[in-house]
C-alpha cells in the first residue's frame, strides 16, 4: 500500500467515525420537544433584548404575544440604547397588552459586553412570581402557538437547568448557504450529546443565544448573565456557568418551534461571526490544530480527488472521492435533523470549511488590533 493509499484510507476511517457519530447524535440523542405540550403551570418570563432591531422585533414579538397554553407568560423587552426608534415599534404592536412589559436599558458599565448586560437587566427586572426564563433574540420567530410550551416541558421533562432549543436558521443568499449550517453541523459532528448532558464537566457545553430556557433558581445560583458579562459567546459561558454551579445542560432541535434569520447581508454575517470566532477557539494555537484538521478531513479529500484523477492515479481519487462525499453525507444529516436545507447545499461542504477558515483568521487579525465591534460597542 502507498503512502497516498494508506494517508487516504486514514482520513476515510476518521471521517466513517465522524458521520457515524453525526448518524447517533441526530437519530437517538438530540432532544425533540413535543408537538403537542401539555399546559403550563408555572410563570414564564420571556426576555427580549433589542437594540436597533426597529426592521426586526415586530414578527418577534408578535409571534410571542401569540403564545398559547402558558397562562402565566410575561413578556419584559429592554431598549438598550436604540437609536432607530425600536421603543416605539414595540409600543405599536403590544398596545394595551398587560403581559408586555418595556424597559429602557441603562449605561453600559465598565467591565460589560452589551448582551450580557441587557440579559442581566430583564432578568432582575422579571416577575419574581417567574421561575422559568426564556431568552429569546429579535431575530427568532416562534412558529408555533406552543413554542413556548413545548420548550418549557422539554427544560422539565429533561430535568436540565438549562436548554437550548436551537431555532432552523434560515438561509437566503449563498453565504448564508455556506456558513450557516455550520452552526448545526458542527456541534452534532464533534460533540457527544448524550455525554454533554452527563457530565459535570464545564468544557463539555454548547448552547444558542437565540432561544434559550432556563430555570431561574439554577440561573440565580448559577450567578446568571453577570458571571459571563465580559463574555463574547455568552451563551455557551452561561452554559458552563451552570454546570459549574452543578446544573445540567441540554441542546434540543428547536427548528419545528422557531426560525431565526441572524444577518440580512454579507457584511454583517461576515462581522458577527469576525466577532466571535476567536473566543471559541481561545488560544491562536488551538484554532490553527483545529482547522488544519478540517481541511485535512475535509478540503483536501476533493482537491486529492482531482489531483490523483490527472495523475493517473484512479484508486487514491476514488477513495478521496469517497472522503468527499462522507464529509457532504455528515453534512446532509446535520442538515436533516435540524430543518435546514441540504440540497445542493451540501455539496459545497468544503468551501464552507474554507470559508470558515478565513472568517476565523480574520477574527484573531482584528482582535489583535483592537478593530472587533458589533452593534457600535468594541468586543473582544
Not at 422539554?154 to 449563498?174: G, H, N, Q
Not at 444577518?263 to 490553527?288: C, I, M, N, V
Amino acid at each position: 500500500m502507498t503512502a497516498a493509499v494508506a494517508g487516504t484510507v486514514g482520513v476515510l476511517v476518521v471521517l466513517a467515525a465522524l458521520g457515524g457519530h453525526t448518524l447517533v447524535n441526530a437519530g437517538r440523542w438530540l432532544r425533540r420537544p413535543d408537538d403537542r405540550p401539555a399546559e403550563v403551570t408555572e410563570t414564564v418570563a420571556v426576555l427580549l433584548p433589542l437594540r436597533d432591531e426597529a426592521t426586526r422585533v415586530t414578527p418577534c414579538l408578535r409571534s410571542l404575544l401569540a403564545q398559547r397554553g402558558v397562562p402565566g407568560l410575561r413578556i419584559v423587552v429592554l431598549d438598550d440604547g436604540s437609536t432607530d426608534g425600536t421603543a416605539d415599534v414595540v409600543r405599536a404592536v403590544a398596545g394595551d397588552d398587560p403581559r408586555v412589559t418595556l424597559l429602557t436599558g441603562a449605561g453600559l458599565p465598565p467591565g460589560w459586553l452589551g448582551k450580557p448586560h441587557a440579559c442581566h437587566q430583564l432578568a432582575r427586572r422579571a416577575d419574581p412570581a417567574a421561575t422559568v426564563l426564556a431568552f429569546v433574540d429579535a431575530d427568532v420567530v416562534l412558529t408555533t402557538p406552543y413554542a413556548l410550551a413545548a420548550a418549557v416541558g422539554e427544560l422539565r421533562a429533561a430535568r436540565v437547568t438549562l436548554l437550548s432549543p436551537y431555532p432552523r436558521i434560515l438561509v437566503a443568499t449563498a453565504a448564508d448557504r455556506l456558513v450557516q449550517p455550520l452552526l448545526q453541523w458542527l456541534w452534532l459532528t464533534f460533540l457527544p450529546l448524550r455525554a454533554m448532558e452527563r457530565s459535570a464537566r464545564p468544557s463539555l457545553a454548547a448552547a444558542g443565544g437565540q432561544f434559550l430556557v432556563v430555570d431561574r433558581a439554577g440561573y440565580d445560583a448559577a450567578g446568571g448573565h453577570a458571571t459571563v458579562r465580559d463574555k463574547v459567546l455568552e451563551d455557551v459561558e452561561l452554559a458552563r456557568t451552570v454546570k459549574r454551579a452543578g446544573g445540567r445542560i441540554a441542546l434540543a432541535d428547536g427548528s419545528r418551534l422557531a426560525a431565526c434569520r441572524m444577518y440580512d447581508t454579507w457584511p454583517e454575517l461576515r462581522d458577527g461571526y469576525t466577532k466571535s470566532l476567536w473566543s471559541t477557539f481561545g488560544h491562536p494555537g488551538a484554532a490553527a490544530v483545529v482547522l488544519a484538521l478540517l481541511g485535512l478531513l475535509y478540503v483536501a479529500p476533493p482537491l486529492v480527488a482531482v489531483i490523483a484523477l490527472a495523475a493517473g492515479a484512479p484508486t487514491v481519487a476514488a477513495l478521496a472521492g469517497t472522503g468527499y462525499l462522507l464529509g457532504v453525507a455528515g453534512r446532509v444529516v446535520s442538515a436533516r435533523a435540524t430543518g435546514g436545507r441540504w440540497w445542493p447545499d451540501a455539496l459545497a461542504h468544503p468551501v464552507s470549511v474554507v470559508v470558515l477558515g478565513w472568517l476565523t483568521v480574520r477574527s484573531y487579525h482584528l482582535r489583535k488590533r483592537h478593530r472587533l465591534s458589533w452593534r457600535g460597542r468594541p468586543v473582544g
